[in-house]
């Protein structure tokens, strides 16, 4: 039987591993834009998107790159007593830019001597071989993530979300990625999609499995105030997920992973303020608390149900 620590491969476990001491990932708004709010593809965006709810520095901590790293390490050293630190580039998409651009923005983070690693969150279509090859040149001193948001494999949801990409350019993403080996990929998924049935959602573990990502984050579908989505709520044309039925899907999500995918997360952060519904996700560590508990009750854990 399973240890319950052992029952998923928790971030943190893997960075202790990877470096020997606790590290903290700091998260940071280095002002770039996306090209499904800029026009080039929408103006309207994801149907749930509002960064200022998904980013931390983008609503508590703005100002210059510097300035945002240095408040996330004091932050982290003193909050987590870290030692080492992970820059996140993650509000908005952080490859759409010029090449100049993105060199200067990314190598901010190399003037930090305590810094071992950097992320970069973007969108599957916004990567080429120029871009990568770029990232590539930071593997040799730093650990180094791209993060792509995917957050389903089906094109219907993709269309309905109007995500403005399809699974196959994910695919392309990754196939272009690991030519450069020592970039790490890590996936975004969200749990509770419109019209999404659990099928769906263990069709996009499946693939994910497949693939033999080296991270994945899972995400619960959260109505922020302002949003598209929000106007489906108002007009039930929407009905948020229950905590219950999270936690099953997210439970059976993991044992269909690959068992060496790194879970960088599997909750959801959103300010109460900006948070129209469910209320629950508010509470992270019960969210963490009940996913933990069903694999240790139902004797489930990540890779169980995962085939080569």
């Not at 990567?127 to 094109?155: A, K, N, P």
């Not at 879970?263 to 019960?286: E, H, M, Y």
Request: aromatic share 12%.
């Amino acid at each position: 039987m399973k240890k319950d620590q052992d029952r998923y491969y928790k971030f943190s476990r893997y960075l202790k591993e990877r470096f020997g001491c606790r590290v903290y990932k700091v998260s940071i708004d280095a002002g770039f834009s996306c090209p499904n709010k800029d026009g080039r593809l929408s103006k309207q965006g994801c149907i749930y998107c509002d960064n200022s709810a998904f980013s931390f520095n983008t609503r508590i901590c703005p100002g210059p790159i510097e300035h945002q790293i240095r408040e996330g390490i004091n932050f982290g050293r003193k909050r987590y007593g870290a030692e080492k630190f992970i820059v996140y580039f993650q509000a908005y998409t952080n490859t759409y830019a010029p090449l100049d651009v993105l060199k200067q923005t990314y190598d901010t983070a190399t003037r930090f001597g305590n810094v071992a690693g950097i992320a970069i969150g973007t969108r599957p279509d916004c990567v080429d071989e120029q871009v990568l090859d770029l990232i590539d040149s930071y593997t040799s001193d730093y650990e180094v993530w791209i993060e792509y948001g995917l957050q389903s494999i089906h094109r219907k949801t993709l269309q309905f979300i109007n995500r403005g990409h399809l699974y196959e350019d994910f695919l392309k993403a990754v196939e272009l990625t690991r030519k450069r080996p020592k970039i790490k990929i890590c996936a975004h998924v969200i749990i509770g999609l419109p019209e999404e049935t659990g099928r769906d959602i263990l069709e996009t573990a499946g693939e994910m499995s497949r693939l033999k990502l080296e991270g994945i984050k899972i995400h619960p579908l959260h109505v922020i105030k302002g949003t598209k989505l929000e106007e489906f709520f108002n007009k039930g044309l929407y009905k948020p997920m229950q905590l219950d039925d999270y936690v099953g899907l997210v439970a059976d999500f993991l044992e269909h992973l690959w068992p060496n995918t790194v879970i960088q997360r599997i909750t959801a952060d959103c300010p109460s303020q900006l948070l129209a519904v469910p209320r629950w996700i508010l509470n992270k560590n019960q969210v963490i608390r009940e996913i933990e508990s069903a694999l240790s009750i139902e004797d489930k854990f990540q890779g169980r149900l995962y085939k080569e």
